[in-house]
């Protein structure tokens, strides 16, 4: 055991710790993305071995007979190429941030699950904006009802979206790392604005606190994805035409929406956030009422999206 006066001696170039008198190690506790390129590498030279020793020669580019060091480190190298590609290595690559780390991703859930999600985070950026006033109604018509609130509804499809990714990375570690991160940036987002229910002493500091959190949690959405719940809001809000704030039957028909965009608006997360009237009032909001449309202009739900809807996956 180390003596409570002995100086810890650092061994250069181990990263390990040592102390004098024991043969206790300490290793600096490794960061997930660390974890995750060793066991990565790791992964490639295994596979790269096993295919040098079952392919044939010819099929890695060796000749019959080749036996120097040079031929079969060019083998291996060809090896180690197929195997990272077969692997699918690569990390995807985050919206807005370099510096996160996705891990392999099976399949992502609807981009549209992502709409109340972005309306919040320009809602509460937009808010931030404001030079310090704090947008007391607003906050309070979307933050009224308890767990029943226009809030909870929104970071619930946040969370049914993190819940939906489906993983295939070979490393684990990387994989809960991608998990918690989601759930804590949403729940960090949440207490923020909880904390920013007393306006009375609340600023908007607060605010764009959380619209940074929920800005993280996007980052680790595909950027096509958040391009495209972008798109819809700019669309509603761009066929707002007498600028009155609220979209009418004929500026609905008349927006620059898809087959799928209307079904989305209209019966999907986001529908649902309009009809309830759950959307935040701020610069890009347009008040549409869907209950308000007749049978005509409602769509048609393809039998392949009835189950995502009810199961509120889209």
Known sequence: LSLPHTRPRTTLGSGVLAR?????????????????????TMAVVVVAWFLLMSSPREALGLQEGATSRRSMLEGFGRAAAAASSSLALPCLPAFGDDDVIIPSIASQPSWSLLLP???LQGALASWARSGGEFPEEAFKALTKGGIFSGKNYIFGCGTRYANLVKY???????????????????????KLMDEAKDVNTADASKLGEAAS??????????????????????????????????LSKEEYVDA??????????VWGVFGTTLAQDFRPRYEDTVKF????LDGSLVPNVP???????????I
């Open 168 to 190: 295939d990375d070979i490393d684990k570690a990387l994989v809960r790392s991608d998990q918690n991160a989601r759930f804590n940036l949403l729940f960090e987002a949440n």
């Open 303 to 313: 039998d392949d999206l009835k189950g995502g809807i009810a199961m509120s996956s």
């Open 256 to 265: 620059k929406l898809s087959d799928f965009d209307r079904i989305v608006v």
């Open 289 to 292: 009422d869907v209950l308000s």
């Open 213 to 246: 959190k929920l800005d993280a949690f996007l980052a680790r959405a595909p950027a096509a994805d958040v391009r495209e719940a972008r798109r819809v809001i700019r669309a509603l809000k761009d066929a707002d035409a007498d600028n009155d704030g609220s």
């Open 20 to 40: 004098r008198g024991g043969n206790r190690t300490t290793r600096p506790k490794k960061k997930p993305e660390e974890r995750s390129l060793e066991t990565r």
């Open 117 to 119: 999600v972005v309306d």
